[in-house]
């Protein structure tokens, strides 16, 4: 767990406080690697501050939505680019990403693709990414403190914690959900449910 950067490190019974979108994004950029390619998505190569930037916006809707630690966000198959973006803003605000379509998927905040766009959906109210991304650029949202036992995603009975995505559980085994890749940006890896 040397390569983890930890907001406080675990001790005893504390499982620490850390955040997965801070150790895939904000510490490369911190440590001088912004222009680095980070990830391609979409078949476009894009950099650590270019990912960082639109990642801290999408997280701004989330927030601005009142997504918060531990909240549920609903997230469909979407374009790569945007899930990716969408995952790490999940992250980013220390919520999990819902990626099922069992009994209850409908959480408060969604984001799904919709007539080949991506909305964001909050109160029965579609809102269009690129709307909700300009808005989000206006107030990007910080990381969040999240708890080092915590759950990045979930997909029906698979659980991706916090400390597997980032290389570091007792059980170096990813879970991989039956339907999902794995992308990895910054030495992270998310599942993705790219739109066919």
């Known amino acids: 767990m040397s390569d983890i950067t930890w907001f406080r490190a675990p001790s005893g019974d504390d499982p620490g406080t850390l955040n997965a979108c801070y150790n895939a994004l904000d510490i490369q950029v911190i440590r001088g690697r912004a222009d680095d390619h980070a990830v391609a998505v979409g078949g476009t190569a894009r950099s650590y501050a270019w990912l960082l930037t639109e990642v801290a916006a999408c997280a701004g809707v989330l927030r601005a939505f009142g997504v918060g630690v531990g909240d549920r966000v609903v997230l469909g198959s979407l374009p790569a680019e945007a899930g990716v973006i969408a995952v790490l803003a999940v992250a980013r605000i220390g919520a999990v990403a819902a990626y099922d379509d069992s009994a209850g998927a409908d959480g408060p905040v969604q984001v799904r693709g919709v007539d080949g766009a991506v ?59 039956e339907g999902a890749s794995v992308v990895e940006v910054g030495g992270v890896r998310l599942w993705s449910f790219d739109t066919p």
Not at 148 to 154: K, M, N, V
Not at 157 to 175: F, I, N, R, T, Y
Request: glycine fraction near 6%.
């Open 119 to 177: 909305v964001f959906t909050a109160d029965g109210e579609d809102l269009p990414w690129d709307v909700a991304m300009r808005a989000g650029r206006t107030d990007p949202a910080p990381t969040a403190d999240v708890p080092g036992d915590a759950i990045l995603s979930r997909h029906r009975d698979d659980e991706l914690p916090v400390l597997a995505a980032l290389g570091a559980s007792d059980d170096q085994k990813l879970p991989v959900p």
